[in-house]
């Protein structure tokens, strides 16, 4: 098994291009996470899909949209880059919520 | 808001040494703490986790134990290995169901 399966693992932006991570996870789970990782901040929360057809924002949605295409695919879409999207993205899944997450192996995105 | 206090951020210790790390979470009807390790340029990882219901938690080397009423929980390790060092995170399920992470401890076990 995969797991959780991200692409791409790096990606340079100019400011107000757009692009689409990826997230497919292989594992069954119901839910499934976008999360950003900058330095001293932790992981954040920017979207969360609890189960497929249904989305909602964290703690720091603004600029990112999301779509869970189906129970296996959760994509984040950045439809005009800025330098403050400069981070480390993670996509997790879980069962359920309330269980423990699997995170894939993060996009490192720079945005210049 | 909902967050996760988290300490200390930085922590060194000798190898063979215990290492403790401490988190208080503000949503007091949280059932679910768990903790997670990443090593230097990867994902995160699920180590141990404890629910509500349960005290103490332990796993070889690594317990976590919890205080619901003082609304903290605690990640221990015992006889620490340079292996041991990375960034450690609490976390604790959210009203929304997802999980509220704390800023990271980042351990160092020196030979």
């Known amino acids: 098994n995969a797991g959780v399966t991200q692409t791409p693992k790096f990606q340079v932006l100019k400011t107000g291009q757009s692009m689409t991570l990826q997230c497919a996870q292989d594992?069954?789970?119901?839910?499934m996470y976008w999360y950003r990782q900058d330095p001293g901040m932790g992981l954040r929360l920017i979207y969360y899909?609890?189960?497929?057809?249904?989305?909602d924002k964290g703690e720091v949605p603004n600029g990112y949209n999301v779509s869970r295409l189906n129970k296996r695919e959760f994509s984040l879409r950045l439809e005009s880059a800025a330098p403050s999207q400069t981070s480390v993205y993670f996509c997790a899944s879980s069962l359920q919520e309330d269980y423990g997450y699997t995170f894939g192996s993060g996009t490192r995105l720079t945005v210049v | 808001g909902e967050n996760v206090e988290q300490h200390p951020s930085t922590l060194s210790v000798q190898e063979g040494d215990s290492a403790v790390i401490k988190c208080t979470y503000s949503?007091?009807?949280?059932?679910?703490f768990p903790w997670y390790k990443q090593e230097l340029g990867k994902r995160p990882q699920l180590i141990i986790d404890?629910?509500?219901?349960?005290g103490e938690k332990k796993d070889q080397r690594i317990a976590v134990t919890l205080n619901k009423t003082a609304k903290h929980f605690s990640l221990h390790i015992t006889e620490t290995q340079p292996e041991d060092s990375a960034v450690y995170f609490c976390?604790?399920?959210?009203?929304?169901?997802?999980?509220?992470f704390g800023k990271g401890t980042k351990l160092s076990v020196k030979p």
């Open positions: 404890i629910r509500s219901n349960v």
């Open positions: 976390a604790y399920g959210g009203s929304q169901g997802n999980l509220i």
């Open positions: 899909s609890a189960s497929e057809g249904t989305t």
């Open positions: 949503d007091s009807a949280s059932n679910y």
């Open positions: 594992m069954n789970h119901n839910s």
